[in-house]
C-alpha cells in the first residue's frame, strides 16, 4: 500500500462542533464514505479529491499550524503553571495545543493510512480528533485521538449500520454524537443512552439537522423514512431541559459565520 490519502480539502478555520468548539482547527478532509445519510451536507466529498503523499499532507499542515506554534511557548507556560499548581485547585484550566487537527470526511477511517497520519500528529505533540460516522471499527485509531463518533439516528436512514461493538472501546476523551433531525430521533437517542449508559463513558452531543441547500440534495442521499416528524431547535432544547438529559446541544457554529453551504470553512 502506498503511503498516500486521497484528500478532497485541507484549511484551516474553527471548530464548529463538540466540545471543542471555537478553537482554531486544521481540517483535513478524506474523499469517500460508506453511509448517505439523509442530511448529509459534504457529499462533495463523495467523490472529489486527489491523491496525496503522507508527507505532504503533513507539510500542508505544518504550514498551517506555524503561527501558532511560533507562540508555543504561551501553552508552555500555562501547562508549567499547573503543574506546579495543586490538581484541586487548577480543574478549570484546561490547555490543549492548537490548533487542532481534525480528520473528517467523507469517512476517514475508510483510508488505512489515516492511522498512521494521526498517530505521526499525536507524536508531534498535535491534539488530534476524527469525525467519523460510527460505522466501522474504531479500535485500531491511536488512544491519543479524540474519537468524535456518530450513533446514527432513525432519519439518517443508516441506522442499521451502527457498530455497537465501537461502544467499549469509547475512552472519557471521546464524544458521540446523535444527528437529530425529528422526534423519533430524539425518543431513539434517549432510548440508547439510557440502554448503553452512555452518559457515564464520555460527552453525548445532540446536534440539530440543518436543511440543506437545493444544491446540496445529492440524489444518492438516502429519505428520511416515512413517519418522521420534524423537531425543531426550540423543541429539541425543551425536550433535552424537560427530560434532563446529560447532553450537550449544538449548532454547527460555522454555519452562522459563513453561508452555511461553504466549502473550506
Known amino acids: 500500500m502506498s503511503d498516500t490519502l486521497t484528500i478532497n480539502e485541507i484549511y484551516l478555520s474553527i471548530q464548529g462542533e463538540s466540545t471543542f468548539a ?3 482547527c486544521i481540517f483535513v478532509r478524506l474523499t469517500a464514505c ?9 457529499a462533495y466529498a463523495f467523490t472529489e479529491g486527489s491523491k496525496k503523499a503522507l508527507a505532504e499532507i503533513r507539510e500542508k ?4 499550524a506555524k503561527p501558532f506554534l511560533e507562540k508555543q511557548i504561551v501553552g508552555d507556560d500555562v501547562r508549567r503553571l499547573i503543574s ?7 480543574r478549570h484550566v484546561v490547555s490543549y495545543n492548537l490548533p487542532l487537527i481534525e480528520l473528517t470526511g467523507g469517512e476517514p477511517l475508510l483510508q488505512k493510512n489515516s492511522l498512521p497520519l494521526m498517530k505521526s500528529l499525536c507524536d508531534d ?9 460510527g460505522a466501522l471499527d474504531i479500535s485500531q485509531v491511536d488512544l491519543r485521538v479524540h474519537r468524535i463518533m456518530d450513533l446514527k439516528c432513525p432519519s ?3 441506522s442499521e449500520r451502527n457498530r455497537l461493538e465501537n461502544i467499549p472501546h469509547l475512552k472519557n476523551t471521546d464524544e458521540i454524537k446523535f ?21 457515564a463513558i464520555c460527552p453525548l452531543l445532540f446536534s440539530w439537522v440543518a436543511p440543506l441547500q437545493p444544491h446540496q440534495q445529492d440524489k ?13 431547535r426550540k423543541e429539541l432544547v425543551e425536550k433535552i431541559t424537560a427530560d434532563a438529559l446529560p447532553v450537550r446541544f449544538q449548532l454547527q457554529m460555522h454555519k452562522f459565520i459563513w453561508p452555511p453551504d461553504k466549502k473550506g470553512v
Open 34 to 42: 460508506n453511509l448517505r445519510c439523509s442530511y448529509c451536507d459534504t
Open 22 to 24: 471555537g478553537l482554531p
Open 84 to 90: 506546579e499548581t495543586e490538581k484541586s485547585k487548577s
Open 156 to 158: 439518517s436512514g443508516e
Open 61 to 64: 499542515i505544518d504550514d498551517l
Open 179 to 199: 444527528v437529530i433531525g425529528t422526534q423519533q430521533d430524539y425518543d431513539w437517542a434517549k432510548q440508547k443512552i439510557a440502554e448503553h449508559q452512555l452518559a
Open 125 to 133: 505533540g498535535f491534539t488530534v480528533l476524527i469525525e467519523t460516522s
Open 220 to 232: 444518492s442521499l438516502k429519505k428520511v423514512p416515512e413517519g418522521q416528524t420534524p423537531i425543531s
